[in-house]
């Protein structure tokens, strides 16, 4: 209410402590059947919510190691240009937000050869149930021919990401879908070396690993054609 409808502190309160009063008569009536069976429906919630935290704190902490060697976009243009790697147009889709996507730095390490027009994509999840078409998608060309993007979807919406770029080439971004590559990191998720975190924190990290293995594949869950898709494998310590 205070976040996304801006209400004022004083009828926020009033509505959240009418439903706070409705819900202790309801927690106060039913807490005497939590030996008779109650606990049931108690300790499935509490795993759901486990599983979910879980899967929280491993997104994070691999978006804090995909942060930990970012180059600037100045700097890696610069190096591009002084070691004459070949340009020929693509669309990275990445976790972070600035600087130069990892999985760009990676495809250059090893193919020695870079696209001439680059989009780097983030997908960003709020938390409403839909975003608005005209807060969706913002653009900005951060370096000759090098597109920095972040689209934004509610938890109720699928991405499709063909359609997205569609919009984004009538805005002159000059991407041209009928020969697009769409390069994607594929994360395997280790424990960081001589990591000594409590146990609760390690057997996180490989339940998240475990998550992260079976979770829907990137590019069906983006609607990205597969014939024109690349994936680069990669190891997050975490």
Known sequence: MREVWGWSLLASGAVAGFFL?????????????????????????????????????GAQAVSRGLHERLVPVAQFMKQLK?????????????????DTPPIMVWHVKRNRALHERLFALTIETQSIPRVRDKDRLSADEIAPNFWRATVRY?????????????????????????????????????????????????????????????????????????ESVVEIGRQIAI
């Open 21 to 57: 009063i409705v819900d202790t008569a309801f927690f106060l009536a039913n807490v005497v059947k939590v030996l008779d069976g109650g606990y049931v429906p108690l300790l499935l919630a509490a795993c759901v919510y486990g599983l979910m935290l879980t899967w929280h704190n």
């Open 82 to 98: 002084a070691a004459g790697v070949p340009r020929v147009p693509a669309v990275f889709l990445t976790r972070t937000t600035s």
């Open 154 to 226: 509610g938890f109720m919406e699928r991405p499709d990401i063909p359609a997205l770029l569609r919009k984004a080439h009538a805005t002159g971004c000059g991407i041209d879908l009928d020969d697009v590559t769409y390069y994607i990191g594929h994360e395997t998720v280790v424990s960081r070396v001589g990591g000594r975190g409590h146990w609760v924190t390690r057997f996180q990290n490989k339940l998240f690993s475990l998550m992260e293995r079976n979770s829907t594949h990137v590019t069906d869950f983006f609607r990205v054609p597969s």
